[in-house]
């Protein structure tokens, strides 16, 4: 058991950005769900997966839609609006909340209603870094046929105010969350996908929320850039791939998704970056330098700060890094390969041959 100070969460936010991998959300997004969440609690409560009995209910906490959504209105209101609904639909006592992923707003998922409620956060994310689906961060769900979910969402104010809920098949339920999403103005918060706990420690990216820790502690203690660029060097195996300016940078919204991509131009050379969302794949010198889940991070030069997609500009000084796949905690929904060719069949470029030992 951790408790989590306001501090802690802060240093949690600064690894989940970089873990994000270019998505995950903006740093702005997750301070604001930082003082939410301080205005109805002075810690949090977060369990090892191990601490809970094999037969708890954990509920995965989701943020939903396109990191540059700009139109975002989600509350607190909006939160336990969504949760009360999911109470009333799947009627079992929740014992713990998941977020789905590592990003500067999704390592947060969760952090509000369990300040409202008292219900412990639990360190076993879907994965250990973003990712642009729903399947992803699945955690092998997607593969059970008899498999039923329940999916709530609420966001948006106004005439985009949405509240919806989904019970059915993954696939199905997803697409009618996603377009929540799109109808509310590009994001809504998700309570969805409620599995014991046995099935968590067996499927989920456990201890990916104290890694995040341990990168941002990491990261405020860095004086600059370089510094920081360093301790990933020799506590990641991180590479760099350039240093220089960041570069035609191009960027549209659709179906609730970030997609696009950008270059990092310095001394040496440039190197391409294609998004969706997340970075999925860099270029070099027209060979693959490497491909989704690595995660691959655009970092602020001066400060070592990791620069999302949503929030990248041509013109800005970066790093460009890219930390393999093996230094990461992923879980179930890394390892399938329909799902690596769907994003292939989006880009047009190869992902999966470049992921074939991630396969079972």
Known sequence: MIYLTKELCEQALLGGLLLGGGGGG???????????????????????????????????VSTLGAPSAKDVHLTAEHWMTALKNFELN?????????????????TANGWVISALTGIPLV????NGRAHPTGTM???????????????????????????????????????????????????????????????LAKNAAVGAISQALDIGKAFSQCKNGAEFVAFLEKNYDAKILAKGKI??????MDGGYDIGHLDVTGEEGSVSFTFWNEYMLAEQDGQRAATFPDLICTLDAATGEAISTAEAKDGMEAY???????????????????????VEDLLHKDMVACNDGLFV
Do not use: W
Request: a negative charge.
């Open 90 to 106: 799947y009627g079992k006592k929740i014992a713990g909340f998941t977020s789905c992923e590592n990003g500067a707003i999704s």
């Open 26 to 60: 903006t740093l702005t997004a997750g301070r604001e769900a930082l003082e939410e969440t301080f205005k109805h609690t002075d810690k949090l409560t977060m369990l090892d997966v191990s601490e809970l009995k094999p037969d708890d209910v954990v509920v995965n």
């Open 137 to 199: 961060g699945s955690i092998g769900l997607n593969l059970l046929p008899d498999y039923q979910t329940t999916q709530s969402a609420c966001g948006g104010v106004g005439a985009r105010y949405v509240e919806t809920v989904a019970k059915g098949a993954l696939n199905s339920t997803s697409h009618v969350i996603r377009q929540s999403a799109v109808a509310d103005g590009g994001m809504v918060g998700v309570l969805r996908n409620p599995v014991t706990a046995e099935y």
């Open 320 to 342: 460009a890094i890219v930390i393999p796949k093996e230094k990461l905690i992923l879980g179930a929904g890394m390892h399938q390969r329909e799902l690596f060719q769907e």
């Open 123 to 126: 360190d076993a994310p879907s």
């Open 247 to 252: 570069a035609n940078y191009d960027l549209k």
